[in-house]
């Protein structure tokens, strides 16, 4: 089993920036990739970023790309989302997921998630 918990989220003004925390526990982080995603209301939950085990490779969804960064510290056992150049439309609920895949960009991939952080962006 692995333990995640996110945190960091909150309400921000739109052009601010956040970042989000995801502090894991239990079986070895680095063998996991770890992702993030999101999910807004009566939205499906998203794909956002994820990044390989040793941290050389880092993929993004589009609607992020250049905006968000994915990183992650093996020592800490903890993975990073640093969100800048907020907009309205990236309010939701960030979770971060564990994935024994090499490159896992589905949900499906995953086997374990952290409860969620709500991050709002005002207008």
């Known amino acids: 089993q692995v333990q995640l918990v996110e945190s960091g989220g909150g309400l921000v003004q739109a052009g601010g920036s956040l970042r989000l925390s995801c502090a894991a526990s239990?079986?070895?982080?680095?063998?996991?990739?770890m992702g993030w995603f999101r999910q807004a209301p009566g939205k499906e939950r998203d794909f956002v970023a994820y990044?390989?085990?040793?941290?050389?490779?880092?993929v993004y969804a589009d609607a992020v790309k250049g905006r968000f960064t994915i990183s992650r510290d093996n020592a800490k056992n903890t993975v990073y989302l640093q969100m800048n150049s907020l907009k309205p439309e990236d309010t939701a609920v960030y979770y971060c997921?564990?994935?024994?895949?090499?490159?896992?960009?589905?949900?499906?991939?995953?086997?374990?998630w952290g409860q969620g952080t709500q991050v709002t962006v005002s207008s």
């Open positions: 997921a564990a994935s024994p895949a090499l490159y896992p960009a589905r949900a499906a991939s995953y086997d374990y």
């Open positions: 239990g079986r070895t982080f680095s063998n996991y990739a």
């Open positions: 990044i390989t085990r040793s941290g050389a490779t880092t």
